[in-house]
């Protein structure tokens, strides 16, 4: 049986199952030479390829890998890494000069040169035929030109985020999960703008990492407005502290207690 492993490769970190060859064997963290559906590309192993791995990835790219990097491949992959800052500077000329209405945000020159792939922002559709002309003449490979959105150019672009940590997008995410500004009221965070948006300007992930979790804990707390019988007496639910799994409660003498969940003895509606 051929074994196979999960690789991430690309500037948008995608992620693959992917077929090592006969009696081949890799280890966890290697840099590898593979070959995807784009072409011969870098990447890198995270784990071996079970079906509970496969399952949680949206979407998996296929292929086989070709051989760990060897010092050789590095130094390819170097020289590939300079030649896109020239791509990337006459790709803007020619954007300039045909006065297209396009922001130049990364290019990825693929291990093999089966491709050059330009990624790009704009507000609207843009006409870039007379433009993949230009850059097919100029590197004689094939180009690929690649619309992205805001949250996408962090992906690309982004180092740390307020946490001091690398970016998520940029490290293990593979979709962009939707954020909403409910998620931030349930978890009280601040509704400042400035301080809960991410490096792309829209709302952090990991709001919508830890909202199952306030949602399951909410579910098991009274709500607010409803009354309740504890150990300390009757009263009416003001508000909940959803991870501290505690409810603030006026009672009928005028008291108002944080009391935690486990001594909510019945809930009266």
């Known amino acids: 049986m051929v074994a196979t492993y999960i690789a991430r490769h690309g500037a948008m970190r995608f992620l693959g199952e992917y077929e090592a ?5 890799y280890e966890r963290g290697q840099a590898v030479i593979m070959r995807s559906e784009r072409g011969l590309e870098v990447g890198e192993l995270l784990c071996p390829a079970t079906s509970q791995a496969v399952s949680l990835i949206v979407e998996p790219t296929r292929g086989q890998l070709v051989r760990v990097m060897t010092e050789d491949d590095h130094v390819t992959a170097e020289r590939l890494r300079q030649s896109e ?17 396009m922001e130049l945000v990364d290019v990825e020159h693929l291990f093999g040169g089966e491709r050059i792939v330009f990624y790009f922002l704009a507000e609207k559709r843009v006409d870039f035929r007379e433009l993949v002309k230009d850059l097919a003449r100029e590197f004689r490979t094939r180009i690929e030109m690649r619309q992205i959105g805001v949250r996408d150019e962090a992906k690309l672009l982004a180092d740390y985020g307020d946490c001091g940590k690398p970016v998520c997008c940029n490290t293990h995410m593979a979709v962009m999960p939707p954020v909403s500004m409910r998620m931030a009221k349930l978890q009280k965070s601040t509704l400042d703008p400035t301080k809960i948006s991410g490096r792309c300007g829209r709302l952090k992930c990991c709001l919508r990492f830890e909202q ?12 607010p407005g409803s009354r309740v ?3 300390k007496g009757q009263g009416r639910v003001l508000a909940q502290e959803i991870l501290a799994r505690k409810l603030l409660i006026e009672f009928e003498d005028g008291r108002r207690l944080a009391v935690s969940a486990e001594d909510i003895l019945t809930k009266l509606g």
């Open 212 to 223: 199952d979790v306030y949602e399951e804990f909410q579910q098991q707390l009274p709500q």
């Open 85 to 101: 800052l020239q791509e990337f500077h006459t790709c803007n000329t020619f954007i300039h000069d045909r006065k297209l209405q």
């Open 229 to 231: 019988v504890t150990s």
């Open 21 to 25: 060859g006969p009696d081949a064997s």
